[in-house]
């Protein structure tokens, strides 16, 4: 994997226990290059056939962090679970590194403020999510995604800059790439239904709704 292909789509995933390799799994669907990183020689034989790259590693160390090119990721998701010591090493090591965006497994509530006070920016309860949603909110601009069968997704997302000042009614079908914009909200107020004459406010959130594809283009309008 070069450092400039890594840059434009890689993720690295720390820790291949069952959230960790489900998400990078995940994410290789996805069409994303992954590293994975795992202390463990058994689970990096049993995922060496299946992902772009894994590496063995005790990723607690930042010069290891630093050889393996991990400040070269913009994204790496810390998916230790079995010690809390570990994942909190890790976090700080990448902080250190200066990664732009950290994800991280949490245990419990003291394990995620621990995480965020070290330097991560995002955290997740891997018991309350699945590995495929993680996945699509790591490498999007959606705040928040629901996939049902079928191919269909509910997502929250961020007004795109180029629709701002915009009505729904204004908006021609290639603006909105097929979804269904179900509903608004603007800052200070609550998620409304949203019609022909709701205006997309800057800093607004919308809830819509159509195929994984049409979502992940929508938000990633810019």
């Not at 056939?49 to 607690?60: I, K, N, P, S």
């Not at 994204?75 to 950290?102: N, Y």
């Not at 309350?128 to 069968?149: K, N, P, Q, W």
């Not at 959130?205 to 810019?222: C, H, K, N, P, T």
Request: with cysteine.
């Amino acid at each position: 994997m070069s450092a400039r292909r890594s840059a434009d789509t890689g993720v690295a995933v720390i820790g291949l226990g069952r959230f960790g390799c489900h998400l990078a799994g995940s994410l290789a669907r996805l069409d994303h290059e992954v590293l994975a990183v795992d202390r463990d020689p058994e689970r990096v034989q049993r995922w060496s056939g299946e992902l772009d790259r894994v590496v063995q590693a005790d990723a607690t160390e930042e010069t290891v962090l630093r050889q393996l090119g991990m400040a070269d990721f913009p994204r790496v998701v810390v998916a230790i679970g079995a010690s809390v010591e570990a994942s909190v090493l890790t976090v700080l090591a990448l902080t250190e590194l200066g990664v732009p965006q950290i994800w991280a497994r949490a245990t419990s509530e003291k394990h995620a403020k621990i995480l965020h006070s070290v330097g991560a920016h995002h955290v997740v309860f891997p018991e309350a999510e699945t590995g495929e949603r993680v996945a699509h909110l790591i490498v999007s601009r959606m705040l928040d995604f629901i996939e049902f069968g079928d191919d269909f997704a509910i997502a929250k997302v961020r007004v795109p800059p180029p629709l701002v000042g915009r009505s729904l009614r204004e908006l021609a079908p290639q603006d909105r790439y097929g979804v269904m914009v179900v509903g608004a909200k603007q800052p200070g107020q609550p998620f409304r239904y949203a019609g022909p004459e709701t205006v997309l406010e800057p800093e607004s959130v919308l809830i819509v709704e159509g195929s994984i594809a049409q979502v992940q283009r929508f938000a990633a309008l810019a």
